[in-house]
């Protein structure tokens, strides 16, 4: 089965999670494998905006030793014109599964796609982009694997004072590393009157 990492999960203390399980891309905002979905993308079922399709939730695509291949939760996904929406509630009555809502709930979980591998399909697109025309859906996976990329960053930094940079290359500009100063002392100076909270390790 291949998979393919979704968004981070947003979750509450009565173990209901939800994020983009699929985000729709282009050949300039593809994946770190250089593939993207698009609306035309046939996920196995109809994926008309607004129609909701129930979805088991499972947890990290049935690969962990002790929680196995049980589904932990159920929910369903709605199409909208970023992806696909998923929303689930875990198992609260299941001391493992309630484990995994807590950690989502401090946001060190992810959602990841499983697809039956024989039947997903490719094309390529423009320059090393992959577009993936399909892409059967077997399974949903909240995973400690970290979420898609595209929101990795804005995850890991909560900046307070969000005002004091004009543009994104702006925040991209870091201080050359000096090289008598210790990491600690490096952090100390990038990281000087932000404050912030991480979320993944």
Known sequence: ?????????????????????VRFGNPEATDLEGDFFTQGTDFG?????????????YYHHGMDSKIGRKAIGTGYIKADDIGLWYEA?????????????KLAKEGKMGYSSGAAGHLVER??????AMEITRWPIAEASITPTPAEWRNTVKSIFEMANMDEYEDEAEME???PVPMDDSPEE???IVFSGIQFEILHE
């Open 186 to 188: 490096f952090a100390g």
């Open 1 to 21: 089965m291949d998979a393919i990492l979704g968004d981070a999960v947003k979750s509450d203390r009565l173990g209901y999670v939800k994020g983009y399980l």
């Open 89 to 101: 509630q875990i198992d609260m009555a299941d001391d493992y599964a309630r484990a995994i809502a």
């Open 123 to 128: 094309k390529a697109a423009q320059g090393d």
């Open 45 to 57: 079922f109809p994926a008309a905006k607004g129609v909701r399709v129930p979805l088991n939730l």
């Open 173 to 175: 500009e870091m201080p």
